[in-house]
């Protein structure tokens, strides 16, 4: 099992320019989950999905959209990069324990750049 | 609202000088707290979950502990393999299950 793969791994992007993130996870989970890691903050939450066709909004969503269309898959889409989203991008997977969804497995990342 | 910090924000040890990692938590309830571990350039890989007030868990050279307000993590005789960023996380009972709440993280260095 690969788990969860991210692509890129690396993205230099001008300022008011669009990409999309790539994640695909191969256990069969329903949850899916795009954080950002900047340095002193923490892993913050952007979007989640619960479900193949649903997605929900996170602690900071706003400049990020994301679409589940099918359950392996979970992209995350810049339309108009700023220098603010400069930073590490990590999705997540997991499956619900009947207890908790604090278990989760995370990709290796996506370093961005946006100059 | 819910809140997790962590101290010391970065340890240097030697090898085999055992100590604790702290997490201190604000929540209503708590569902679950959760301890992950992240090497240099990758993703966080989960370690434990408790879930109650005197849980205990091990695995190797580590050792989590809950309280009421905190968790402890702590590393017996470590060695320099053992360095890494550990993540601290909770889940508040009232709120979705989909929301997991990560701290700033203690960066452990271990000196041979």
């Known amino acids: 099992n690969a788990g969860v793969t991210q692509t890129p791994k690396f993205r230099v992007l001008k300022t008011g320019q669009s990409m999309t993130l790539l994640c695909a996870q191969d256990?069969?989970?329903?949850?899916m989950y795009w954080y950002r890691q900047d340095p002193g903050m923490g892993l913050r939450l952007i979007h989640y999905?619960?479900?193949?066709?649903?997605?929900a909004k996170g602690e900071v969503p706003d400049g990020y959209n994301v679409s589940r269309l099918k359950k392996q898959n979970f992209l995350l889409g810049l339309e108009s990069a700023a220098p603010s989203q400069t930073s590490v991008y990590f999705c997540?997977?997991?499956?619900?324990?009947?207890?908790?969804?604090?278990?989760?497995?995370f990709g290796p990342g996506t370093r961005l750049t946006v100059t | 609202e819910d809140q997790v910090t962590q101290s010391p924000e970065a340890l240097r040890l030697q090898e085999g000088e055992s100590s604790s990692l702290n997490c201190s938590y604000t929540?209503?309830?708590?569902?679950?707290l959760f301890w992950y571990r992240q090497d240099p350039g990758k993703g966080p890989e989960f370690l434990f979950t408790?879930?109650?007030a005197g849980e205990e868990k091990e695995k190797e050279r580590l050792k989590a502990t809950l309280t009421k307000k905190e968790s402890f993590l702590h590393i017996t005789a470590p060695k320099p393999e053992d360095s890494a960023t550990y993540l601290c996380?909770?889940?508040?009972?009232?709120?979705?299950?989909?929301?997991?709440?990560f701290g700033p993280g203690t960066s452990l260095s271990v000196i041979p």
């Open positions: 997540a997977s997991s499956f619900f324990r009947g207890t908790s969804l604090g278990e989760q497995y």
């Open positions: 256990m069969n989970h329903e949850y």
């Open positions: 999905s619960v479900g193949e066709g649903t997605t």
């Open positions: 929540v209503s309830g708590l569902r679950g």
């Open positions: 408790l879930y109650s």
């Open positions: 996380a909770v889940q508040d009972k009232e709120t979705s299950y989909d929301k997991v709440i």
